[in-house]
């Protein structure tokens, strides 16, 4: 048995990866703003903003996965939100790693960033090797994954998982893509030719607790290795809900009014290449876009 730390764990995600270690037999504990009391896990509180946690979380940790952060695609990118964007990343990873220094520092560090740090990117595949791009979220990701390779530097073990969008039918992007499409009205967004590098949550909780059992070093893209366009995508789970697909894309310039910068989580695409952590020994259960949906809509 081993002792498992998720900051940032009362998300969908760490629930999710709480739910698989402890049904492995592993202790469970989790870093969050307030006890949620969830099932099987020790929780712990902390303000990584007010330089307050409760300490006591890290001792004996054999892993560190770090999950902290605002979402995404919760607000539209006002300036206030921008800064929460960041400022919860940044100094949520910092206290992490500066705890880990501390109190567990043969722990490894598995952290997540995000698909962001490469920009749009048309129709090229992506490798990990590729330069950041200079959009708000690629600064943002660069700045997170430099805050992670810290404790690298430190002389510990650090992974990074850089994630794609991960369907789930209760969380994320999957139901705000696929509300439309129950009702027939499904439709491609801005081009509907950018690229969506997809995981299923199954695939990444399992990747998570791969690159922690073999202690992974470097960065590797978390999506399914067949991503698909955003006309795809929508076609896919309008066939899978049995639903037509027949409607025009909706334009760019639409979607930028309702959303302001944040349509660039939408209509910047990334074809993400799934090569190096299929290198490492990792395997999909899903990898095809139909199966995945099939399994999710079941």
Known sequence: MAIYLISGGSGHIGRALAARLNAMGHEVRILARKRRGIPGVKEYVWAPEKGRIEVE??????????????????????????????????????????????????????????????????????????NPAHTFMAKLCLRWEDET??????????????????????????????????????????????YIPWIHQHDLVAMMVYACNNRLTGVYNASAPEPVTNKEMTATISKVLGRPYFLPNVPSFILKAALGDMSAVVLEGQRCSSNEILKAGFQFKFEKLSEALSDLFR
């Not at 300036?79 to 705890?99: G, P, W």
């Not at 998982?161 to 499409?181: M, T």
């Open 57 to 130: 979380a890290f001792l004996d940790v054999d892993f560190v996965v770090n999950l902290a952060g605002a979402g995404i695609a919760d607000q539209k990118w006002t300036e206030a939100y921008r800064k929460e964007l960041v400022d919860s990343r940044i100094m949520a990873t910092r206290m992490v790693v500066a705890q880990m220094k501390a109190l567990c520092p043969q722990a490894y560090l598995l952290s997540a960033s995000a698909v962001g740090y490469y920009g749009p990117c048309g129709d090229e595949w992506v490798q990990e090797t590729k």
């Open 149 to 194: 390779r810290s404790f690298g530097t430190f002389g510990g073990k650090v992974g990074i998982l850089r994630i794609g969008v991960v369907l789930d039918p209760k969380s994320g992007a999957l139901p705000k893509l696929a509300a439309p499409c129950k009702w027939g009205f499904g439709a491609a967004l801005g081009t509907g030719k950018q």
